[in-house]
């Protein structure tokens, strides 16, 4: 298994939540992290810097088209058509658009949890 450290980032987003999920571990957890992270998602509130909507609003407003590529790319493998057959009730469909912030909530912890999962999946965790 590679290090955190060592893991080099190519695109803002993964920049960003490379930087998030330092902030959020203590060296020698990474593994307890990820799998913490993908068992109970950042709903749970285990992420800082992801709790609070004016924290979830700014990394999708920051990252919008890289989350919006990744829903795409993401809806196209799963085979759907739309957004609440990704999230069920959770996604506000009369916000199709995300320009409130409960859909941009949302989309943000999905990006974060996605990229989390490619970076430890690069790095060789089993999570």
Same mark, same amino acid.
């Given at each position: 298994?590679?290090? =955190?450290?060592?893991?080099?980032?190519?695109?803002?987003?993964?920049?960003?939540?490379? &930087?998030?999920?330092?902030?959020?571990?203590?060296?020698?957890?990474?593994?307890?992290?990820?799998?913490?992270?993908? @068992? @109970?998602?950042?709903?749970?509130?285990?992420?800082?810097? =992801?709790?609070?909507?004016?924290? &979830?609003?700014?990394?999708? &407003?920051?990252?919008?088209? !890289?989350?919006?590529?990744?829903?795409? @790319?993401?809806?196209? !493998?799963?085979?759907?058509?739309?957004?609440?057959?990704?999230?069920?009730?959770?996604?506000?469909?009369?916000?199709?658009?995300?320009?409130? &912030?409960?859909?941009? @909530? =949302?989309? /943000?912890?999905? /990006?974060?949890?996605?990229? /989390?999962?490619?970076?430890?999946?690069?790095?060789?965790?089993?999570?």
């Amino acid at each position: 298994m590679k290090k =955190l450290s060592s893991y080099k980032a190519t695109t803002a987003l993964e920049r960003s939540t490379l &930087t998030i999920i330092k902030s959020n571990i203590e060296k020698g957890y990474e593994e307890s992290f990820f799998h913490d992270l993908m @068992n @109970n998602g950042c709903q749970s509130g285990m992420v800082s810097g =992801l709790i609070y909507y004016y924290e &979830t609003t700014k990394f999708f &407003t920051k990252h919008k088209d !890289e989350i919006n590529q990744m829903l795409s @790319n993401t809806l196209s !493998e799963c085979g759907l058509s739309c957004q609440s057959e990704l999230f069920g009730n959770k996604f506000d469909t009369e916000d199709f658009l995300c320009v409130e &912030t409960i859909n941009q @909530n =949302l989309l /943000a912890w999905f /990006a974060f949890e996605e990229t /989390a999962r490619d970076i430890a999946n690069q790095l060789g965790m089993e999570v």
